[in-house]
């Protein structure tokens, strides 16, 4: 079924199709827009619906605007509309090199724990002192997905892909000054790590490596 | 345990601490270098030992130089040392983009099958024509993990991306010319995929792919 | 013939040599500047002379400078200044991937309108659900021109291009963040295409995508 | 319909959605693949069929594999299979900046001539010299569409666009040195046009822009 | 000699070296910082001290902490301390692409007026209306030496180098959007250009340009 | 030993492992991370905190929330909590190529006199005027270690490179425009220095420089 | 006077309307292809034709094919086809910073020569060894042009324009490795000139330089 | 004193100024150049003469046209002109990540060797497999100065940066493929390292390194 707006067509299969239903990206829409897209999903029985890279101010007008509970994350930048109950199930370790990592990693975390995921959070984590890793190292090697989120250089990525058994999603963050140029310098590294078993996602894309470990997370433990 | 060859240092416990033994990336190795690593595995009990990116000459002088059995690849450029028959679980479907994509999607394939995945391949099913996707859409949404392959513009990825319940792993290649600039096209689509659910290996990293495909099928099929 | 305002050389000549008058670029030019430019225009009998790229606040002033009549699309940023009626032949289609592209796709669909061409609007249409744009392929099947809309990875661009008959004109977006890098990404995705019939515009260029459309849809009619 | 080769799927289907046969990309193909599709094109009734960036020695070893008759054009590398008599209408004018361009020029004009146009060829009309251009502005400004080729600098775009009536496809060359960046600085060129009506393809893309005047000529002259 | 400021050391001796005074670069230095420059330089005897790159604010503030007269030329964002009449002689043509490039020529302008020179100011003469320029030629052909200013594609220092006898200075601008790349385009296509004789300075560099032009036209002239 | 703050895991072994205190980088954190953090420190017997990218507003608030004594320097945007005499040995001179690096050269400084180390300031002394630099060659010949900082083409580090004995840290700076591009012009000309001798670090990175020419002076002295 | 020769338009009015013939390219142009150029502009009187960036092999293949002189300059890879004595005016003096880059210190040698302008020749004066340069402070300062080549960090052509009051044309080479990437960072490096005066030409262009150097040197002397 | 061989101009002084005679870079110079040079110096008393990058052909002709005694290390592509015991002092550790980046790593033992400094060499010590490193911790903290060199991701650099007191000087390898685009991935990894204490060398430059490293260790041990 499509529900059209005008401005959006919604999806409204896709939880049938691909296990879970559409998450908003609220950055470049308007808080109208964001408004009329929750309200058409809760009205169609949609429940804990994500709405993300949304600022404080946005997410108070969404609220505003809308009939039904909206819960806002300040530190994952992330709205929950017509939030309910989660049962979670799993494992999924997010691990991060530094404390500006922090609001890529909550992105992650509230993502995956709204999708029904446990999330183990070891955060400031960075390569320069590697005994902080290693000393979490059963955490790691009993997760079921790990997502490691780390700007600059991005060597956690590798140093973490080194000592799990379970899939890495890396997470570059635009963290970082001059030749990181953006975010790049950490993208670059992580598709170039010498750890198999590590894939990458977007940088500062907290939202999709949480989506990607769900899916692996409950996968596994389905059967 | 470690090795010490001097020019290398094997890392024996890899298979305990990560679940599958190392594997020997042959394209900036020498035939003796690769013979004396792939030897000290085999002495070590390894079997099924991965040597990937070896053109023919090399793989024929590496054959020529070990004491034990050597499978080639060719379409692939793989050489299995010391090969021994593998149980295989699960599915993981490879999808690619277009006829030329091939030596990628069969470095994945190989890899993956002699980690123990069933693998159905199904190539040449770019966007141009949506439809020879689109009636294959059965096979994707039964698959435990799919790998999508596609250089030029890796459109490829978003659509498969739409169409399937399980992780997607995402392969740019260098296929192309101009403005493809050795895979940064399809790279950077892929990062940028619209849909959830996509993570991304390096360009042309078909090896990559399958052992993250392999992670997650096993770890489904093992429950 | 030409006039010379110091500032600028109009170019009275133009609908002649190439079909339609001078379009004036209105983001680095001052209020000032566009209102004599405008007014230039209007007095050599210039009708729904068309100023892109202007803000609510510098198309105030506009207004209120000249003694023209002006009509501002807010969602377009394009002031139509001496408006006229405009009579429309033919049909280009405008095809977006996400509601973000909005901006883009409104400064396409008003210039293309205000050139005498129909415009019908199919927004939101990204290739995540693929079937919503499969549900209009009637509807692309049957367009003079069609332009395709897309930030992110563009892939829009390529499977539009699978569809259509006619010239299909890509406009990348700079909507997306991180590995986007301002459009880039679709950019080069568009100029990779594997689907023949795609030339492209620079990124969020709607205005050069709906004036070659608009050629197209009218050398088509005017047989 | 679809034929299945394994390493590639026919799509029998696109002449009839998309007005043309599918054109054989020659240059990452083996000559048994492109043999293989080929005949099986030629046994489903297709004529003219294009093989395009194909050198002779493979042109040569493809002809060898087939039981239909085949032409070579060297200067476009372009073989075509199975050809047949072509009825031409209308006229596309191809420009270009020097003579080192012929390559990607005549990769365009074999194309726009087998699909069915009159082409006229105006090579060697760099801005260097701009009466060399300015003294062919009647074939500019009397054809149906223009193809302007140009490396280094690319500047020929815009002045051919401001010299047109029609749609004019930009195609940038690899042609240069140093900065030129393998085309990149042509290709950003042409993007940036302030000519409107100018449209852009792949570095060095002769057929992609002679596909698309081919469309455009056939839709003028179709009515 | 110089003179040592702490932050600054003064080289009086650039005039006797080089031909003219040091100029004052005051995007990053403070208010303070440029007086305190400024009036050294004054006390030493340097009439026309140009101060590039300062807004009106700092060119207040500027004025306001020195002891010596100061002209600000807001259209060139340059300030020019302790002023004296100049003579003038030869003659330096700029000429520009775009309305938008101004604040860039008339940094040129002013700079290469104040040091001496006859400046013939052509605006606007972009090469979509290749005529605006070529009316022109007689001014290009007389000229000791040619500026040409253009951002977007760049065309026009082409062309003008295919009109000129003497050595042209092209100046690439910031103006445009997307593909520009912040001046990019406009810079590798006048580095590429097709017409012998042309030089490139900086992207936005109109004083360095009017700098060059000036040491050619006062060699010629003063043989 | 480790102290877990949950945004941060403070490594107080590092002055032990490395020879110096944890440096705090102020730019992505709260005022109260980093008041927590340094509060931490401090109460282990921390002196000398370094908290470096710190606006005087942050610094501000950081020295309102704890109950340590701070010290802000403005030019180098360093803030020192718990600040203790420092006995200095050695010498390690900072050369500038212009009056705009100075930030840059003070964070260096600032950071090398907390460390304990002599320090000499050469400020402005850029190529254009080559004298200002030889003129102090015999600092240069004397010195321990040498930071080179310049911003532009950064020709500064391969001319010193060529007058000293002792190691360089160069240090570009984003100080330009245009084809700058945000310090690369520098970054990359110091990375290719023909002189022998000169090693690099991030663009703008005064502390990273300061930090290792402390350590080359510090190993020098302590001998 | 334009004699068509299919691929090419020769331009015989080059001479009066710039300043000197047309120069071949002879890089992407068949042996064939140039030993038609020159013998027609041989036909029409031209002398020292000037082909460049060819080979020895190719240049043997043109000398056989004409029925003109030919000399071959084997270290600027230029050939003269009809030579004839050249008065020598003035003075130009090429200064490089490394022996590696002397091929294209030789294009700009060869070439001004046979423009008519007195050379000189400094050779591997590189800013590592900056008394090398400064020995040379003579020969800089009584040019009337100055041509600074150099790869790498490209340093020198900042300081040379410190010691100049004539222009100086600067040569990014592509000499060097790794982030050298292809001559980019001389260039970036070169366009950033700290030195006022410096203006720049594309990565090996000897040829343009020389160029504009020989047209400011006879500009000077005509007088 | 300078001795000038045209090509060539030899900086006789450097020992003196610098600590260490020339070093001839081979790569770009021929075999008459190296000779003539290599003599020249032993000709004034230069021993252990350095001639980098130069492979086996062109030194063997080297070796062939001197007089003078000449080894050649193969695995390092270093010929010693001229070669002279060497007393050898302090420690300089050499690690690696892969066994690919040996080229690089023996560029530096035998400069460094040849420079007169002992030398460690840890090969193979990726940080996929952690422990193969931190086994060797004690070599890392007792070493004067340390080399880290590596491709891919360039992790190790940051890895062993958080290990050391000592200065760590970072070279990145051009070893790996795809988005590593010739060494930047690592280059910027290392450029961005969260280990202070790290400086960079352009890529693959293991000479340069050891240079610096030669430059501490000595400065250390002469105290």
């Known amino acids: 079924m499509e529900i059209d707006l005008g401005y959006a067509k919604l999806d409204m299969d896709r939880k049938a199709r691909q296990g879970a239903d559409e998450v908003i990206y609220g950055e470049s829409k308007t808080a109208v827009q964001i408004a009329g897209i929750a309200s058409a999903m809760a009205d169609n029985g949609c429940e804990n619906i994500l709405i993300t ?4 101010e946005k997410a108070k007008a969404v609220t505003a605007a809308v009939s039904i509970e909206c819960e806002y994350r300040a530190a994952a930048r992330i709205l929950i509309a017509n939030p309910a109950p989660v049962k979670k199930t799993g494992k ?7 404390t500006s990592d922090m609001p890529v990693c909550e992105e992650a975390a509230v ?25 979490h190292s059963d955490e790691l090697s009993s997760a079921r997905a790990v997502i490691a989120v780390a700007g600059m250089e991005g060597a956690l990525a590798s ?5 799990c058994k379970c899939p890495v999603i890396a997470v570059p963050t635009s963290v970082g000054y001059g030749a990181n140029f953006g975010g790049l310098s950490a993208l670059l590294s992580m598709l170039n790590s010498c750890s198999s078993g590590v894939s990458v996602v977007n940088i500062d894309n907290g939202f999709g490596a949480a989506f990607i470990a769900s899916r692996i997370n409950k996968m596994t433990t389905a059967k």
């Open 92 to 98: 999924i370790v997010i691990v991060s090199a530094g």
């Open 111 to 135: 993502t995956a724990e709204t999708l029904g995921n446990n999330v183990v959070r070891l955060y400031d984590c960075g390569v320069a002192g590697i005994h902080r890793l290693l000393s």
């Open 53 to 56: 890279r949304i600022d404080a």
């Open 159 to 163: 140093v973490v892909g080194g000592l």
